[in-house]
């Protein structure tokens, strides 16, 4: 690790954390998916003359859909659009998206869930997504590591990302956990920030194309380039977590 995330992980020694739980976000985290979604987000919003950038899916990721759809609605088409018409446009992009090949699993995400697992921390999934499929493939994929009622989606929360309630949820549904027990694991600002807010040690994982920088203005403890890189230095991370 650089010199800059070791100073980072002794200045949130002080406050005393305990890990018990690890959230994970799910795409960009997980699965190597912000592509594909990048590309449905832009046809979708298309359809419904929303001009909608790559990398405002990258900059919205983690926020529920229909949040986002209803912002840029507002914005664009000075409409105040119901969340039963948000929905039905978010469910255009899900098309979209589930035309597209499956992403794949980012390299190092099961070897970290296993070294997790093996420390004795238990493992929740926090994701803004509400696309059912996904959230069936996150059970099939991670099912050794956590069980469905670990997993917290767009469903379980009225506010999104960047607030700090699907990760305050994430605690709850992993086993009732306050924010001082909790680790984030994230890869977009809002949900850096989302962690940040909740009380929770938050890891940036930059899998995307923005600056570290913006990661770590909203917060981040420490940032990683990938998840395997994070995975190979877990036991350094909870070492130090772990002083008191």
Known sequence: MTSQSQQDISSFDKTGVSPKVVLFDMDGVLYDSMPNHGVAW??????????????????????????TIRKYAKA?????????????????????????????????????????KASGLKIG????????????????DFGDFVSKDQITTAYDV?????????????????????????????????????GVAAGCYTVAINSGPLADSVLLNEGANILFPTIRAFADNWECVLENLSKR
């Open 42 to 67: 832009q046809r979708a919003m298309k359809e419904f003359d929303i001009h909608f950038t790559l990398e405002d899916s990258y900059a919205t990721e983690g926020a529920r859909g229909v949040d």
């Open 125 to 140: 999934i926090v994701t803004g997504s509400a696309q059912l499929p996904l959230i069936e493939r996150v059970t099939r």
């Open 158 to 194: 009225k506010r999104g990302k960047p607030n700090p309630d699907p990760y305050l949820m994430g605690l709850k549904k992993a086993g009732n956990y306050v924010p001082a027990e909790g680790i984030v694991v994230e890869n977009a600002p809002l949900g850096v920030h989302a």
């Open 76 to 116: 664009q088409l000075g409409k105040e659009l119901s969340e039963e018409e948000a929905q039905q446009m978010y469910d255009v992009k899900a098309h979209y998206f589930h035309e597209m090949p499956e992403a794949k699993v980012f390299d190092g995400v099961i070897d970290l869930m296993q070294k997790i």
